[in-house]
């Protein structure tokens, strides 16, 4: 996610903002940039790279700035590769702006402006912000900023500044959080009150249709009409550590919770008018209706991600899916050909055999599809179209929302390739695209009571070897399943077929043995019955995920991990946080290191 800082006071303010974007930078970002009121004009650095290669080094080459006011931004890339002019802030000289979000309908505004004789210079959504404001700014900011949030769609936060109105900052936000800092005698705006602890604990949340403005004199909120707002004044009890995990234990379990926002990041500005819309990458329907095959390709959860995704592909658009791990692709001279799709699916951008697999399916004539999470990525260069899932930066090293939004991509690839290739028709296809957008809500319910999973994780954080099985989809969510909870845990962990165990593996289970069986699937869940009630009369010790409604005997599980309702189709993506969340607590009665598992890095560039 982006960073964004500001400063007003009585002392120079480009130190200060420089060091709070530092404070920012475990939020993962690609540039950076300053704008300050310095000799009344808005004077603006910034640059590609990390601070101490980019910002810093410009703002050496510039002569001391003696500003008292300004704002700052950290970016991680989103619309437009990592570049300076794709840096925030961003603005002319009238108007400059930093932003922490996704404008879904950027596209729009963006025709809206040029048509009013805009020229754009980056390519950004942000800039849409920025010259939206110019359009309707007449010397009253706060009339600015209430007629262009009208007309904004997404997530943002911004902070702003106006040349005429020298030494104030004014912020505004919607779904991106930003806090308002009190110091002595100044003020701060930050995306979390890790940027200024170093000066203030106290701070007040900005809410949804509230507008901040800050001055030399103090702080002032109204609503989006100018009409005063009294806010509580917080203070902020967490070191700066706790602070950068929004008050999480972990990461991970941060990541967990961020990822109802991050699949709607992700998947509504692909839908248009309630169908898939995926004209931004170049996949248009013409292509989807050639393919003869469709491959899809990646390593660890982003291959579990395909794994979902061929079962909703074949099972929607009747058209056949081949799945492969990279590095077993890339050397078994496979069977891509021109006429084909291969989608290479990556959050870093940067795995070695993913990008290998890549180059290969290039090679022999297919048309690639990468989904990958890191904006000008290796793997996003590479392919001939991309599409770039918006989750934020993931730090933990186990992947739970970048799964979970690659995973989400690929129902509404599923949906896009039937629709195309009629066989869904338009009723069904608005149907599924709606339920795909209801999701993230459902898992918002899974994420409120965490009880449930810390007592499963009691039941097996014990155990030396467990079992997770499924069938059909469930079988490819069981996969990711095994995966989160033999990485962090370090307890043998395998995702096996539930109709298959007859055929040697049962012969695993013994007394105690933990099986978890995921049960979502209505047209297999007699089958599904059957094979639990199989191990549980072998002493397995048996944790049944399904949905709450579902009745289930004690002769068949021990313990159940209940989940909203939804259409089948959609259970597997929403039990997604019910075992991120079991192998996370099960990790942390083990005492294991939750973020940085031993052996594991982040992202596996080598092969
Ligand atoms: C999963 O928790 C791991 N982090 C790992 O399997 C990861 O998914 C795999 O290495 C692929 O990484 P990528 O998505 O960055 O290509």
Known sequence: MCGIVGFVGKRACADILVDAL???????????????????????????????????????????????????????????????????PIGNGRISIVHNGIIENYRDIKNFLIGKGYVFESETDTETVAKLLDYYYSGDPVEAIEKAVSIIEGAYALGIIFRNHKNRIYAVRKDSPLIVGKG??????????????????????????????????????????????????????????????????????????????????????????GLPDFSECGLTADKISSYKHIFIVGCGSAMHAGMVGKYLIEALARTPVIVDIASEFRYRDPLVAE?????????????????????????????????????????????????????????????????????????????EIAYVRGTINEIRCRELVKGLLDVPGKIGECLEDMSVYQFVASKIFSADSLLYIGRGLDNALSMEGSLKLKEISYIHS?????????????SLIEDGTPVIAVMTQTALKEKMISNVRTVKSRGAKVIMICRSSENVDTDCADYKVGLPDAEDIFLPLIATVAMQLIAYYTAVQRGCDVDKPRNLAKSVTVE
């Open 494 to 506: 395998e995702a096996y077929a539930a109709g298959e165990l007859k055929h040697g593996t049962i």
């Open 339 to 415: 006429g084909d799709l291969a989608v290479i699916v990556s959050q870093s951008g940067e795995t070695a055999d993913t990008l290998e697999a890549l180059k290969l399916s290039k090679a022999k004539g297919a048309d690639t599809l990468a989904v990958v999470n890191v904006v000008g990525s290796s793997i996003a260069r590479e392919a001939d179209m991309v599409i770039y899932t918006n989750a934020g930066p993931e730090i933990s090293v186990c992947s739970t929302k970048a799964y979970a939004v690659q995973t989400a991509f690929m129902y509404l690839l599923a949906f």
């Open 22 to 88: 530092k404070k920012l930078e475990y939020r993962g970002y690609d540039s950076a940039g300053i704008a300050v009121f310095e000799n009344d004009i808005i004077k603006t650095v910034k640059a590609k790279g990390k601070i101490g290669e980019g910002l810093s080094v410009k703002l050496k080459d510039e002569p001391e700035l003696h500003a008292v006011c300004g704002i700052g931004h950290t970016r991680w890339a989103t619309h437009g590769e990592p570049s300076d002019v794709n840096s925030h």
């Open 184 to 273: 002595n005698g100044e003020s701060f705006i930050a995306s979390d009150v890790t940027a200024i602890l170093e000066y203030t604990r106290e701070y007040y949340c900005l809410e949804r249709g509230e507008i901040a403005m800050l001055d030399q004199e103090g702080i002032h909120f109204t609503d989006l009409h100018g009409e005063a707002i009294e806010k509580e004044l917080l203070t902020a009890e967490w070191d700066v550590e706790s602070a950068q995990k929004g008050g999480y234990e972990h990461f991970m379990l941060k990541e967990i919770h961020e990822q109802p926002d991050a699949i709607r990041n992700t998947i509504s500005p692909r839908v248009k008018n």
